[in-house]
């Protein structure tokens, strides 16, 4: 976790609205992976990004390898967007991960 | 096309005994991941398999968890014996040539 920090650690939002999400890293990433962990455990990948940015839909995310940060931003929030979000980065060409200790969003009606 | 399999998905145990987890990637893909997953620690990297070759044994971990890839879509994680704090979820993921990482259901492991 003091590798990668992600902020808000929680986050409560009402359906509609949008919000941005935040990962910082003290450890050179090269490569930066999102994921989403929904109610059920499981773990889906959102984004997979070298500098630049991407988006999907509702999501978009950007990484900036200079300033060492990555951010998440979720647009028009679904009650199906709840779950634990994950920020993770590759250093060097090693494909491991680092990952943040997430951050909690409840979508409320 | 089969995404990352895991089995069993629920384990329990007795302190001192021996447990084998089983993962099968994604086909295609060289690389494996064995994460741990607990509330406080969040994921943790167990062992990486590059193209069936261990890259990365874990550290604090090795001495009583060993990963294995006897073959290109099977990897063994055994913990030996289990103690109490290794109650958590594993969790397996592969990804092909280091991008994006998928990641399969999870093993829920208590140990008593």
């Known amino acids: 976790g003091d590798k990668v920090k992600q902020s808000p650690s929680a986050l409560s939002l009402q359906e509609g609205t949008n919000s941005a999400l935040r990962c910082n890293f003290s450890?050179?990433?090269?490569?930066v992976q999102w994921f989403l962990q929904n109610p059920r455990g499981s773990l889906i990948n959102l984004f997979y990004?070298?500098?630049g940015t991407k988006e999907n839909g509702r999501l978009k995310s950007a990484f900036d390898s200079k300033e060492s940060y990555s951010t998440l931003h979720i647009r028009d929030a679904q009650l199906e967007d709840s779950g634990t979000y994950f920020c993770?980065?590759?250093?060097?060409?090693?494909?491991?991960?680092?990952f943040g200790l997430g951050t909690t969003l409840q979508v409320q009606p | 096309d089969a995404g990352v399999t895991q089995t069993p998905r629920h384990e329990v145990a007795e302190k001192g005994q021996t447990i084998i987890l089983k993962c099968e990637p994604v086909?295609?893909?060289?690389?494996l991941f064995w994460y741990r997953q607990t509330k406080i620690q969040g994921l943790e990297l167990l062992s990486y398999?590059?193209?069936?070759?261990?890259?990365?044994d874990g550290g604090a971990f090795k001495d009583r968890f060993k990963a294995e890839m006897l073959n290109s879509s099977f990897s063994t994680l055994k913990i030996q014996p289990t103690e109490p704090k290794d109650s958590a979820v594993y969790l397996c993921?592969?990804?092909?040539?280091?991008?994006?990482?998928?990641f399969g259901p999870g093993t829920r492991l208590t140990v008593l």
């Open positions: 993921a592969s990804s092909l040539e280091g991008a994006e990482q998928f």
């Open positions: 450890i050179a990433a090269t490569t």
């Open positions: 990004l070298v500098p």
């Open positions: 993770a980065g590759e250093t060097g060409n090693t494909g491991k991960l680092i």
């Open positions: 086909s295609g893909h060289n690389d």
């Open positions: 398999f590059r193209s069936k070759s261990l890259m990365e």
